[in-house]
């Protein structure tokens, strides 16, 4: 019978609590932790090919998606470059409009007027949007407690991170 991770994991644990309360260590004990040493070796390889499996498949993931990004990237500037090049013969030619196709109409239309800024550096202040963004220097808090200062509103921490190589 194959026993999940987390069963490895309990039965573990468990034979080890009874080794450091100072129990002796049986015959059937030993052999029990060597058998669970194999068990837990086999079923993190096993984890471990998978975890690689999905990697691959992310990275593929990823990778189609930057291809599919750059492919929308360089459709936007064909359409754009189209658009503009259409559009600076129609008003070139004075035409307005065109509904000729049965399937679209081709219009100039006249937007609405834009505020276009010159020379920010002479905007007076009256007419200049101060926007305040506000979070807290983690590198800052860091230090000051690397140092040896207490903090009561905030804590190293330190975490543990899987490797599979």
Not at 13 to 38: M, P, T, V
Not at 88 to 107: A, D, N, R, T
Not at 138 to 165: Q, S, W, Y
Request: proline content about 2%.
């Amino acid at each position: 019978m194959s026993l999940s991770l987390y069963e490895i994991s309990s039965k573990y644990q468990g034979l080890f609590s009874a080794l450091s309360n100072g129990e002796e260590i049986s015959e059937e004990q030993l052999k029990d932790i060597n058998e669970l040493e194999d068990s837990l070796e086999n079923k993190a390889v096993s984890i471990a090919s998978l975890i690689k499996n999905m990697e691959a498949e992310q990275k593929a993931i990823v990778d189609a998606q930057k291809e599919m990004w750059q492919r929308e990237f360089r459709l936007s500037k064909k359409i754009d470059n189209l658009k503009g090049y259409l559009k600076s013969h129609l008003i070139s030619c004075g035409v307005k409009e065109i509904k000729s196709s049965p399937y679209f109409q081709i219009k100039l239309k006249s937007c609405p007027e834009k505020v276009v800024i010159n020379a920010e550096s002479k905007v007076p202040d009256e007419f200049v949007r101060t926007k305040v963004t506000v979070e807290a220097d983690k590198t800052k808090i860091k230090e000051h407690i690397k140092a040896g200062n207490p903090c009561d509103f905030a804590h190293l921490e330190m975490d543990v991170r899987l490797e599979i190589k």
